[in-house]
């Protein structure tokens, strides 16, 4: 499996393909500003979008979904507590002062929690953390025993997503963070959805929402 991470659009989100060499299949997680990029990368490589997956319903996450949708041909998936945060995204835009919004369509499924999804010999296992949002989820990227676990706004590199732009409260953050990431083992890559990426072991050591 290959794993590309890259910042998207003037949040700099860390949007992540995740590709399977052998069938040319790929996943695309959190790529709702990144149109461009994303299109040019699949093509140069010459990867097939399978799904297009999202951590959350802020704007910089899935804003502009729908017509990475039309240009890729693979459904777009996010979890239905976000779903009323994503029919928000003309206000989302006025909050980033921006002219336009981009257009909110309708959306081809749901994320669960537990779900498992695959890609060629990896999978792709669903966690669900609220917090952040109310449907924010975690992704658990296995192959060849290796995990990585690509976080989106729940957990950063010393320290964790805000709660106050749709989101539930501190405490539901760090409850999600003890129950769905920190029993993966201390070397687990963790990919957030901005910023450096850190490990399980490091944030479970010295973040300091989480002593």
């Known amino acids: 499996m290959i794993r590309e991470t890259f910042p998207v659009g003037p949040l700099a989100c860390n949007c992540t393909i995740l590709a399977d060499e052998r069938s040319g299949e790929a996943i695309v997680v959190d790529g709702g500003d990144g149109v461009e990029e994303v299109t040019a990368r699949l093509e140069r490589n010459h990867w097939r979008a399978k799904l297009l997956l999202h951590t959350h319903a802020h704007i910089d ?3 502009d979904v729908g017509r990475l949708r039309r240009e890729t041909g693979a459904p777009a998936l996010l979890h239905s507590a976000d779903v009323p945060l994503y029919q928000t995204l003309p206000l989302q835009a006025g909050w980033l002062g921006l002219a336009q919004a981009p257009k909110v369509v309708l959306l081809d499924g749901d994320l669960r929690d537990g779900d498992v999804l695959a890609l060629g010999a990896a999978e792709v296992k669903i966690l669900h953390t609220p917090g952040h949002t109310p449907g924010s989820v975690c992704f658990a990227v296995a192959h060849a025993e290796q995990t990585a676990l690509l ?3 729940t957990l950063f590199a010393g320290s964790i997503g805000r709660w106050d732009l749709g989101g539930t409260s501190m405490e539901d953050i760090v ?3 003890r129950a769905k990431l920190l029993p993966y083992a201390d070397a687990t890559p963790v990919i957030p959805g901005h910023g450096p990426f850190t490990t399980v ?3 479970r050591g010295m973040n300091p929402y989480l002593q």
């Open 175 to 177: 409850d999600s963070i």
């Open 201 to 203: 072991g490091m944030e």
């Open 61 to 63: 996450h899935i804003g």
């Open 151 to 153: 976080t989106g706004d």
